[in-house]
């Protein structure tokens, strides 16, 4: 590799400018590939034209194509437009050698970089590194190719002013959780509000029989969520706003606040100087839940003064918005659910894979996007945001907002059409076709599709939303109604795979300095001997006369197996004498650390199944964080190493007869598909918006072919070469 990963960071080191942003990329194409000329060009869909940005050449260069650095080309002309249209790299020898090289968003062009040589010819080499470093820049030279040619267009400079200017503005960030969402903005950064509170001047002295009535208000309001919750979401009844409602109920809050009004202080400003003296005890606290409640504290303040002042003094409502925020807490998102909110924006930081799939299970779209400037706007900002290609559109025209209705209305036609009965090949191989859970209402949606059955449920999902470990009795009930609405059909409870990112708010005994290594899985819960045996026990009480399955994430080693093994057999035996008859389950292991690839033939030997967690087996196997946005295309799923990998859990599967499904995120993706059913996979394990895709992928492939397409990949080492077998760029 040309590039140092230093280099990269220099380039956004005090640039200023697109331009200055744009020539330090040139400089490190002159440093590394002895070229004599560079232009880069962005791809303006509005005019449907190149747009030249940054150009460099040495003394004596004359290649035509750079010389005459033309402002604005047809997205179809010369070498530029050919690698526009192929999305591939193209060459072309004149006077000197060219070569033009495509910028990719995912599968879409957003620009072409075109670099010149006077002699020596570019070499594959050359064409990967180019590639590799434009796909570096892409998010970056995205979201500067639309702001900046909506800011040429309008005339306004660059920047996040734009925002405010009624200025439509397209922005691409990462897909999260799927569905079209429209409404104005609501800025979740709950310091910046309260601190917001402390500068408000009240225009007239309230009553207190005013703040009492914003007081009872504020409680009906969040009983009423909480009411919500309950009944939407059963499984997750966390009482998400419990430390709210007992700060209510609190009377020595309440009383010091009407002590002050007696002194003659204005109602909302004694209420605010109560709740700071509390906020500032709360965060002294060496106590991490009395820390945590400071959160919660402001936020009851907020509410309260929205319902003193009126909404527009301090909005805390979510319904019907575009929550822009940059980290988020699982309750947080099930505290936007149960407003009503209408989408979510994360900013940068705080991006965990966990969320994206919370914002899924509760249909909130959402989209990941690194760029905070967002966050400083003042007013609302009407935002159109497309969760499925991770688009955004700032200050919409009227035609993106009638284009928004339509698919919104098409989503909801093709969102409840049952699938077909069996899922096979073309060939007529039938395929396992489950869906992956995390909560009640997925389990709803995939039983009204029609799914096979559960080849996934992420049992952790119910203790995240909560504020204490759920009792054996609560996690019964729960898994009572998860297997009442599967009926006949086939589940998998993975068991509690809690740490890494799904961290408890409960059980925060010690900071790891490295989660994702860390007692994370069921390394958590061998630590935790009472817990896992209870959930064990809830596990096979609900099932009662039923054999469901029962897997074990992040399974590293022979004894970890051997030892949860036997908590299970002591958990029934111990339920025998208590006078229940459970039935044993099928008991297999998530195959997501490498270290199993060694020992495969053993694991087959003592498990009913193994279901292979790609997310984690490619973050493990490559040492990526999975939800590290900066690291994103080290992420990759075609590794030789990783492709490798699955071939051999595969075969040491057929060759035991063990049940082997794929339920990360690579068993409904539309390249990989035809490979993982070409090594031998038979059961794929999908969230439910992804089962309708997945089977129509399924029944267009061949068997025959998907098998040689597998070899031929298989007999590659590197990425480059396998993404061009598989059709990646
Ligand atoms: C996986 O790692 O692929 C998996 C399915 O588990 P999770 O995404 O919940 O870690
Ligand atoms: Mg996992």
Request: with cysteine; aromatic share 8%.
């Amino acid at each position: 590799m040309l590039f140092e990963f230093s280099e990269l960071d220099w380039l956004f080191h005090d640039t200023e400018d697109i331009e200055s942003f744009l020539n330090r990329i040139i400089d490190l194409f002159y440093k590394h590939m002895r070229i004599s000329g560079c232009s880069i060009y962005l791809l303006d869909e509005s005019s449907d034209q190149l747009v030249f940005m940054a150009s460099e050449q040495t003394a004596g260069s004359s290649n035509e194509t750079i010389d005459r650095q033309e402002r604005h080309i047809k997205r179809d002309e010369g070498l530029c437009g050919k690698a526009v249209k192929s999305g591939k790299i193209e060459f072309a020898s004149l006077k000197r050698v060219t070569m033009a090289v495509p910028i990719m968003r995912g599968q879409i062009v957003i620009g072409v970089i075109l670099l010149e040589r006077s002699r020596k010819p570019f070499h594959r080499l050359d064409a990967g590194t180019v590639r590799f470093l434009a796909s570096q820049l892409a998010n970056i030279l995205d979201n500067a190719r639309t702001y900046f040619m909506d800011s040429a267009k309008t005339g306004l400079e660059p920047g996040y002013n734009s925002l405010e200017f009624n200025t439509q503005i397209m922005l691409q960030g990462n897909a999260a959780s799927p569905g079209p969402a429209y409404g104005d903005s609501f800025t979740l950064d709950r310091k910046r509000s309260f601190s917001e509170l402390r500068r408000l001047r009240f225009d007239r002295v309230y009553t207190l029989a005013e703040l009492t009535e914003a007081i009872d208000k504020t409680e009906a309001q969040l009983l009423d969520l909480q009411k919500g919750v309950e009944k939407n979401l059963s499984d997750s009844a966390s009482l998400i706003f419990t430390s709210h409602l007992m700060m209510l109920k609190d009377k020595s809050f309440i009383n010091e606040i009407t002590n002050r009004i007696s002194t003659g202080i204005n109602p909302p400003a004694a209420l605010l100087s109560v709740a700071e003296n509390y906020i500032k005890i709360f965060s002294e606290s060496d106590n991490p839940f009395v820390h945590e409640k400071v959160e919660d504290l402001e936020d009851l303040i907020q509410r309260i003064f929205a319902n003193l002042l009126g909404e527009d003094s301090a909005p805390v409502n979510a319904a019907g918005r575009i929550v822009i925020a940059k980290s988020l807490y699982p309750s947080d998102i099930l505290m936007l659910a149960t407003e009503k909110a209408a989408g979510i924006l994360l900013v940068a930081g705080g991006v965990t894979a966990h969320i994206s799939i919370l914002a899924q299970s509760l249909k909130i779209p959402m989209v990941i996007i690194d760029f905070p400037d967002l966050m400083k706007t003042d007013k609302p900002l009407p935002i159109v945001l497309d969760g499925e290609s991770g688009r955004i559109c700032v200050n919409p025209s009227q035609e993106i907002i009638n284009d928004f209705s339509e698919i919104t209305k098409q989503t909801r036609s093709t969102e409840k059409e049952p699938l077909s009965d069996v899922t096979q090949t073309k060939c007529g191989k039938k395929i396992g076709l489950l869906t992956n859970i995390n909560l009640i209402p997925d389990l709803q949606e995939a039983m009204n599709l029609n799914a096979e059955g559960v080849g996934l449920y992420r049992t952790e999902f119910p203790f995240l939303l909560r504020n204490s470990f759920p009792t054996e009795e609560e996690q019964y009930v729960i898994y009572q109604q998860i297997i009442e609405l599967a009926g006949e059909k086939p589940i998998t409870f993975r068991t509690l795979d809690v740490g890494g990112d799904k961290i408890l708010s409960y059980y925060r005994d010690y900071t790891e300095e490295n989660p994702f290594l860390g007692l994370r899985s069921i390394r958590f819960s061998l630590k935790n001997p009472a817990i896992f045996r209870q959930q064990i026990r809830a596990i096979l009480r609900a099932a009662g006369g039923r054999r469901v399955k029962l897997m074990f994430p992040m399974i590293s080693t022979m004894e970890e197996l051997r030892t949860a093994k036997e908590m299970v057999y002591q958990s029934k035996e111990e339920l025998e004498k208590e006078g229940l008859s459970p039935v044993l389950p099928e008991i297999g292991a998530m195959v997501e650390i490498p270290s199993l690839l060694a020992i495969l033939d053993h694991l087959c030997e003592e498990v009913d199944f193994l279901s292979i967690g790609t997310n984690d087996f490619i973050q493990y196997m490559l040492a990526v964080d999975r939800n590290n946005e900066k690291l994103k295309d080290h992420y990759t799923p075609h590794n030789p190493s990783v492709l490798r990998g699955l071939k051999m859990i595969a075969e040491a599967c057929n060759a035991h007869n063990v049940e082997l499904t794929v339920c990360g995120e690579m068993a409904h993706q539309r390249e990989y598909i035809p490979f993982l059913l070409g090594i031998g996979i038979q059961n794929l394990s999908v969230s439910s918006g992804f089962l309708h895709d997945t089977q129509q992928i399924i029944s267009k492939t061949r068997l025959d072919e998907a098998k040689t397409l597998a070899d031929e990949v298989l007999s590659y080492s590197s990425i480059f070469e396998i993404e061009r077998c598989l059709g990646i760029m």
